[in-house]
């Protein structure tokens, strides 16, 4: 998944603690996208962004905390990790007529 | 929201065998990707589908854009080791400026020596 680069690539939170997962991309892609995915399901939308400085929410929107503050990274915050958090998280970018590329995921563990 | 159903949900096949999977919507797609999933990491595409009715084929895959937007297919010929994984299927929709993907919840797929 050359162009994508997600860290960390693990991650152990306790209950209340916050952090953020940093999605880096090189190849100049105005559309970027975060995504959860749990057993069993496909991937869900947290947030996105269709270009530097601006963000929207997604299907899964709640108890996260985005930030588009320059084009190449989309950052992905938790305020205050639940055990309902855990999941492994993947960042994806596009160009606008391409289909997206997604990053190798961050797997993350709220105890 | 919108929502995906992707089946089967699991194959276990003979190497060689050929495969088939679908995914159906109650809604309409502009556009229908496949991606494949391997342990560890992210999906990757295999085919984008663009126009309904689309027939399209990337080596030993084949797959199709329904007729009426709301369904696709992905068929795998003569399968071999290396294609065990996850399978997902996912219709994409424009809205505004965004284009965002519903992706069904996958095809989990073996294949046995």
């Known amino acids: 998944n050359a162009g994508v680069t997600q860290t960390p690539k693990f991650r152990v939170l306790k209950t209340g603690q916050s952090m953020t997962l940093l999605c880096a991309q090189d190849m100049n892609h105005e559309y970027m996208y975060w995504y959860r995915q749990d057993p069993g399901m496909g991937l869900r939308l947290i947030h996105y962004?269709?270009?530097?400085?601006?963000?929207a929410k997604g299907e899964v929107p709640d108890g996260y905390n985005v930030s588009r503050l320059k084009k190449q990274n989309f950052l992905l915050g938790l305020e205050s990790a639940a055990p309902s958090q855990t999941s492994v998280y993947f960042c994806a970018s596009a160009d606008s007529n391409q289909p997206q590329h997604f990053g190798d995921g961050t797997r993350l563990s709220i105890l | 929201g919108q929502q995906l159903n992707q089946s089967p949900q699991s194959m276990f096949i003979q190497e060689g065998e050929d495969v088939s999977m679908n995914c159906t919507s109650s809604s309409i797609f502009n556009t229908w990707l496949w991606y494949k999933q391997d342990p560890g990491e992210g999906p990757v595409l295999l085919i984008a589908l663009y126009k309904a009715g689309e027939l399209t084929s990337n080596g030993r895959l084949t797959a199709q854009f329904g007729i009426t937007r709301k369904d696709s297919f992905l068929n795998i010929s003569a399968s071999i080791p290396s294609d065990v994984g996850i399978y997902f299927c996912a219709g994409q929709v424009i809205l505004g400026s965004a284009r965002q993907l519903t992706f069904g919840s996958g095809t989990q797929l073996t294949v046995l020596p």
């Open positions: 962004s269709v270009g530097e400085g601006t963000t």
